[in-house]
């Protein structure tokens, strides 16, 4: 058992931290949050200079050879700082998918120009029907001449109008949520009969309506077995939602010492009101719930590369406590902090709305809750 | 003791109905049901209409343009208007100072103020919190000093709600520095339009413009726009604060939003059958069910109490806790129902105007900003933490 960093994941957090600290501030997020694109691409550049981008790749594929760890570290400080640029839908989510199941030619392709800070990317895995079963898929994909067409509607893709590269979860095969049939295709962001609509999210985050009429590609943009993605894509969001577990920690941490800081110095009834016992006692829940949340999310970083049915279990685990944990902190977070906790302009607001996303994100409590206990 | 409505009271929720049926505008009814905030227009439309049909304060006297309706008859007049998507109408005027004017108010103020607000043609807001005075109200600092027949104002307000919209203030000012906190603030009704006077707006988590801060700077309000007595208004304002409190529970719109959440759970799939179908969220649906049935039943006792002539009492606080609590979980849950469709959010979807096709279903946004600017409901009113603490030394004796 050992709970310590090595040295080159200390001197990852010091790099991140120190980025968050003293180039992302709330002002700056909140102009970032409401630009055109919704991010920096000046940001994304420097991610790839201090070697962020590449951090959980190998060092085979153009990476450095890090793992969960080393995204912990990362999407932790990233979650202090609510960081908009799209670093969990292009590394996390595609790239991992690309690095772990990709062929050699996709992986040459994608993983370097990742790294670089070249090429964004997305996934499409939800649907509008389908809520939280991944297999509930109405797109389909019908082999045609070499390759394939694919036509659907894929619901609520984050960072899909930056992305060079989207991957698409479609049917080959089978019905309406069956296990089997279903494959993955790396589909062009400006691909012919790819439409998008483009909005902004409440947790300040840019995601797409991504509709595809008739969409060609080749044989070569088949990632994984065809018919047999299903465990792919699951592994995906298991991955997934380990890194915004650790984004949620990072989060509720601020939550924390804000109010925290919010009870010592707020004055009321002639005492700073951190000197009434029913509040103290909501701060030391908060507390407990923050390192709580902490422990599921280390937990299940530790063991998300373990064969599926840990993984899984051990992932659904994490996501219900840091769904709790989350939704305590954010809203006692709210309350404490009164009316100022209702205004925009203090960020309190803004880690409340993307703690309230989180939950939803790749499954809420209730799904996690179920998952867990059938498992 | 018996539950059922009688004969006459089903006749008068009958005639609630065809009115309401005949006379609510379509437009804004959607408006209200979507979750959106009304415009002032919207409200005052409402409010106009109401006022045609002499029903726009139903709790106030006879005398002073009410309705002479029995504590029950409001309440079903209430829920028939939740249940039709009825506009919230604007509170300041008609459930909060007018009360006060009628009761403590000179012949002069009661002619002047309450006719405009009865028809909905002047707005009102309330000036009480102050950066630091929150739950500690009474440690209030803006000042109103004496100068010849005016009162000069300085200070500062916060969170106060449709200033923007306001034509008048009722205001807590500081007019003595002397003795008990509570004993040296007067009840001021002061002309927004007064110079000195600066609104500025403050943006909430939802991204809507409902509060504002509100500075006076050597503001001159005449002596007669005092309330009753120097140095008596915190006697007015716990008086305002006590009254109508059954209403503050919110049940028929929780109600109706609970009807809402069925509905809207019924249409959204999971694994192809309806949420309804899944016993964790169905159970939790069924949850704020039974805890509005509490809430219900707990407004009508003390509705009944009133009926027989004693006044809310200090039990308003369970009403006002529990009430907001259950919105917020309504809230919450509508929120759930709409999965990765809670989070496309436009401001722009809110406007007059907009048609677009909504992203996800129609509701979903609605549903998000409830969630959201319904998180103030804990905070505002008296905060739920103050409430309890009135129970426990005003009930409990602790």
């Known amino acids: ?375 | 003791m018996d539950l059922t409505f009688t004969e006459d009271e089903q006749a008068f929720r009958e005639t609630v109905r065809r009115f309401l049926a005949d006379e609510l505008p379509q437009d804004l009814a959607r408006k209200t049901e979507g979750g959106w905030h009304l415009e002032k227009e919207d409200v005052a439309r409402w409010n106009r209409i109401l006022h045609a049909k002499g029903w726009s304060a139903p709790a106030w006297p006879e005398e002073y343009g009410g309705t002479g309706w029995s504590p029950v008859q409001r309440y079903i007049f209430n829920e028939e208007c939740a249940d039709a998507w009825a506009p919230i109408l604007s509170p300041f005027g008609l459930s909060m100072v007018g009360p006060v004017i009628y009761t403590f108010g000179s012949d002069e103020q009661k002619a002047k103020y309450l006719p405009p607000i009865l028809s909905g043609e002047t707005f009102w807001c309330q000036g009480y919190s102050e950066p630091g005075s929150g739950s500690d109200l009474a440690s209030l600092k803006t000042r109103a000093v004496r100068d010849g027949g005016d009162y000069v104002v300085n200070g500062h307000k916060i969170w106060t709600t449709q200033a923007h919209w306001a034509d008048m203030m009722f205001c807590l000012v500081r007019t003595d520095t002397e003795g008990k906190p509570q004993q040296g603030i007067s009840f001021l009704l002061i002309d927004m339009t007064s110079p000195g006077i600066q609104v500025k707006p403050i943006i909430t988590i939802d991204g809507s413009h409902s509060v504002n801060e509100v500075f006076f700077d050597d503001v001159r309000v005449p002596v007669e726009n005092l309330i009753g007595q120097e140095g008596m208004g915190w006697t007015y304002a716990k008086f305002l604060l006590g009254h109508e409190r059954t209403l503050i529970a919110g049940v028929s719109v929780s109600k109706k939003r609970i009807a809402q959440l069925k509905r809207i759970a019924g249409a959204e799939r999971q694994n192809g059958a309806s949420l309804l179908e899944d016993t964790s969220f169905r159970n939790r649906v069924a949850e704020a069910e039974i805890s509005l049935q509490a809430l219900e039943m707990t407004s009508l006792r003390s509705l009944a109490s009133e009926n027989a002539g004693k006044g809310p009492g200090p039990e308003s606080s369970i009403l006002k806790i529990r009430g907001s609590e259950l919105q917020q979980t309504i809230s919450g849950l509508l929120v759930e129902a709409v999965g990765y469709y809670a989070g496309p959010y436009e401001l722009e979807r809110f406007e007059d105007g907009w048609n677009e096709e909504p992203i996800g279903p129609d509701y979903a946004q609605g549903s998000m900003a409830m969630h959201l600017y319904g998180r103030a409901s804990t905070i505002y009113g008296g905060s739920n933490e103050i409430q309890r603490n009135v129970i426990a030394k005003m009930i409990l004796g602790l």
């Not at chain 1, 050699?104 to 649907?127: C, H, N, S, T």
């Open chain 1, 1 to 375: 058992m050992d709970f310590n960093f090595t040295s080159e994941q200390q001197l990852l957090q010091e790099s991140v931290e120190r980025f968050i600290q003293d180039e992302y501030d709330f002002d700056t997020r909140r102009k970032l949050a409401g630009s055109d694109d919704g991010f920096s691409r000046d940001n994304w550049a420097k991610f790839a200079e201090l070697g962020w981008l590449g951090v959980s790749f190998s060092e085979d594929d153009g990476g450095f050879g890090g793992g969960p760890v080393d995204t912990m570290i990362v999407m932790e400080a990233f979650g202090k700082g609510l960081v908009t640029e799209p670093y969990l839908p292009t590394v996390v989510l595609a790239g991992g998918l690309v690095s772990r199941h990709g062929s050699d030619a996709q992986k040459a392709d994608i993983i370097p120009r990742i790294v670089e800070g070249e090429l964004m990317m997305a996934f499409a895995f939800a649907e509008p029907h389908g809520r939280f079963n991944l297999a509930d898929l109405h797109t389909t994909a019908t082999a045609d001449g070499g390759g394939y067409v694919i036509s659907g509607h894929k619901a609520v893709v984050y960072g899909a109008a930056c992305a060079g590269k989207i991957i698409v979860s479609a049917r080959t095969g089978g019905d309406v949520r069956d296990s089997d049939g279903v494959s993955l295709f790396i589909v062009d962001g400006d691909a012919d009969g790819l439409s998008r609509r483009d909005y902004r999210t409440v947790d300040g985050l840019r995601a797409s309506e991504v509709t595809l009429d008739n969409v060609r590609v080749g044989a070569d943009a088949v990632l994984g077995p065809v018919g047999g993605a299903l465990p792919l894509i699951e592994e995906a969001i298991d991955y997934g939602t380990v890194a915004v577990c650790a984004e949620a920690v990072g989060a509720m941490k601020v939550l924390h010492d804000a109010t925290h800081e919010y009870l010592k110095t707020r004055q009321q009834f002639g005492q700073p009101i951190g000197k009434f016992q029913v509040l103290q006692h909501r701060m030391v829940d908060m507390f407990i719930n923050y390192e709580e949340a902490k422990s599921m999310a280390l937990m299940a970083t530790l063991r998300v590369d373990d064969e599926p049915a840990v993984r899984a279990q051990a992932v659904s685990a994490a996501k219900v406590q840091i769904g709790k944990s989350g939704r305590f902190v954010g809203q006692e977070s709210v309350q404490l902090h009164g009316g100022m906790g209702m205004t925009d302009e203090l960020n309190v607001g803004s880690y409340f709305k993307r703690l309230t996303m989180i939950e939803v994100l790749f499954g809420n409590t209730d799904y996690h809750l179920n998952k867990y206990a059938a498992a």
